[in-house]
């Protein structure tokens, strides 16, 4: 079966940073790219941050670009998002997805996803 079992969630001062972990069983890791969205209370799921099975293909959305980076340790099937310089604007629950589809930004594209981790970033 399936699991993608996320952890690092929790709540951070403005300016703080905190860092995302995805772990993956049931699925040959290294066939999925990985990505990273998040879906704040009232607003629909939004794409963050996405990575090629070999880490060869990135893409983040415009708002985290800078202040966020996405990797992954195909041996541990593993996938991280370390958040740096939080705004209270990246509150939301993060949720982790796993793709044969690369690394798109829509969340049509992306077949197993995990349960969700809170995030509260504080002002």
């Known amino acids: 079966q399936v699991q993608l079992v996320e952890s690092g969630g929790g709540l951070v001062q403005a300016g703080g940073s905190l860092r995302l972990s995805c772990e993956a069983s049931?699925?040959?890791?290294?066939?999925?790219?990985m990505g990273w969205f998040r879906q704040a209370p009232g607003k629909e799921r939004e794409f963050v941050a996405a990575i090629s099975w070999s880490g060869g293909n990135i893409n983040y959305a415009d708002s985290v670009k800078g202040r966020f980076t996405i990797s992954r340790d195909n041996a541990k099937n593993t996938v991280y998002l370390q958040m740096n310089s939080l705004k209270p604007e990246d509150t939301a629950v993060y949720y982790c997805?796993?793709?044969?589809?690369?690394?798109?930004?829509?969340?049509?594209?992306?077949?197993?996803w995990g349960q969700g981790t809170q995030v509260t970033v504080s002002s």
């Open positions: 997805a796993a793709s044969l589809m690369g690394t798109g930004q829509r969340p049509t594209g992306y077949k197993y």
């Open positions: 049931g699925l040959t890791f290294r066939s999925y790219a």
